[in-house]
Each structure stands twice: as structure tokens, then as C-alpha cells.
T-cell receptor
Framework: AQTVTQSQPEMSVQEAETVTLSCTYD???????LFWYKQPPSRQMILVIR??????QNATENRFSVNFQKAAKSFSLKISDSQLGDAAMYFC?????????FGQGTRLTINP | SAVISQKPSRDICQRGTSLTIQCQVD?????MFWYRQQPGQSLTLIAT?????????ESGFVIDKFPISRPNLTFSTLTVSNMSPEDSSIYLC?????????????FGPGTRLTVL
């Protein structure tokens, strides 16, 4: 079974600085998708960014970018120019042939 | 992307009672899912709601406890039966297909359930 591991339960960063959230996964599948979701206190799950495993180029969405290392099974999220509104739980997720599997989450705090 | 609503947004229930949560999508979708998020935890898939047939449950979840309906391509319900305090969680529905990009899941706003 696929597993997703987020080794940082909590992270904090100064406003306007850059922070990187780590995620590793375990799979024997060759075709899959990876996602980062954000869950603010409102509890709404918001899709931040997605990466297709067959693409070598790292995905980027405005201030959010990923470092996808397929051989190492690593999928980190970099948030540049952190803003107060970025404060939330961040979940890494894996989607292969079956279900969406989530990591344990990282709580990100933004210090003004 | 699809717009998803859930009712109720929150509820406080007594032990032994049942609660039905509704999930409505503004467009037809292929797949609908129900998740549970216990306090301070990640999301766990309860089941996949199949249109016109029985839901597909994950290990540890059974139909008697969590009956699910999906009468059409835009609507599903999850019932939490014979509730106990351990059922206190956020319950979220999500969707795939239709207007959503391939293999992307979009989530409803969740239902916060407290069982006394």
C-alpha cells in the first residue's frame, strides 16, 4: 500500500520569508499524481498545487513551487514571500490507481 | 472546478442517535468520496459513493455504521449511525471527474460533528 510521510508536524516562518515543507512517499506504481492541499482554520481543503509523476518539470503556482525528486520519492513544497494568509495545515497527498492517500500534515505558522 | 456544498455545516448530537450529512455538487461528477478527519488528524477515506450501486468501503468502515447513498451524479449522503463520542470528527465529501481536472479531488467545506 502507498504511504505518505510528512516529517515536520509544525513549521514557522517570518512573514515575507521562504519556507519549505517536506514530504516523502512510498509506492511501486510508475504512474501517479502528487498534491499539496491547504486546510486553514475554516477547515476547507484547498488544492495548492499538483504534480504528474511523468513530468520532469517541477510544478509552479505563483508563490508556490515543488521540488519533485522521483527517484528519491520526495515531493517538497516551497512557499516564497510568505503571507499571513498562508497560515494553515498543509497536507501532502498521493493518487495512484486507487485512492487518494494523505500525509499526517504540517502546521505552518506565519510570524508577523 | 466544481462547487460543493455540505449540510449541515456543524451539529451537536446525543449518543445513540444518527445524523445524515448531505453533499451537493453544482455539476455532474464521476466520483464522490466521503472522508473522516478526527481532531488533530489527517483525512481518512471512509468510502467511495457509487451512483446506482452500493458504496465501496475502506477497511475499518462498514455499511451498517456509515450508510451512503448516491441517487444521481450530483448528490450523495452519508449517515453516521448509533453515534458515540468517538464519532466526533469533521466529515468531508470530495469529487472527481466532470469539470474537475483528471485525478484531482475537490472538497466540500466539511461538517463538524460533536457527539455528547
Amino acid at each position: 500500500a502507498q504511504t505518505v510521510t510528512q516529517s515536520q508536524p509544525e513549521m514557522s516562518v517570518q512573514e515575507a520569508e521562504t519556507v519549505t515543507l517536506s514530504c516523502t512517499y512510498d509506492t511501486s506504481e510508475s504512474d501517479y499524481y502528487l498534491f499539496w492541499y491547504k486546510q486553514p482554520p475554516s477547515r476547507q481543503m484547498i488544492l495548492v498545487i499538483r504534480q504528474e509523476a511523468y513530468k520532469q518539470q517541477n510544478a509552479t503556482e505563483n508563490r508556490f513551487s515543488v521540488n519533485f525528486q522521483k527517484a528519491a520519492k520526495s515531493f517538497s513544497l516551497k512557499i516564497s514571500d510568505s503571507q499571513l494568509g498562508d497560515a494553515a495545515m498543509y497536507f501532502c497527498a498521493y493518487r495512484g490507481a486507487q485512492k487518494l492517500v494523505f500525509g499526517q500534515g504540517t502546521r505552518l505558522t506565519i510570524n508577523p | 472546478s466544481a462547487v460543493i456544498s455540505q449540510k449541515p455545516s456543524r451539529d451537536i448530537c446525543q449518543r445513540g442517535t444518527s445524523l445524515t450529512i448531505q453533499c451537493q455538487v453544482d455539476s455532474q461528477v464521476t466520483m464522490m468520496f466521503w472522508y473522516r478527519q478526527q481532531p488533530g488528524q489527517s483525512l481518512t477515506l471512509i468510502a467511495t459513493a457509487n451512483q446506482g450501486s452500493e458504496a465501496t468501503y475502506e477497511s475499518g468502515f462498514v455499511i451498517d455504521k456509515f450508510p451512503i447513498s448516491r441517487p444521481n451524479l450530483t448528490f450523495s449522503t452519508l449517515t453516521v449511525s448509533n453515534m458515540s463520542p468517538e464519532d466526533s470528527s469533521i466529515y468531508l465529501c470530495s469529487v472527481e471527474g466532470g469539470r474537475t481536472p483528471y485525478n484531482e479531488q475537490f472538497f466540500g467545506p466539511g461538517t463538524r460533528l460533536t457527539v455528547l
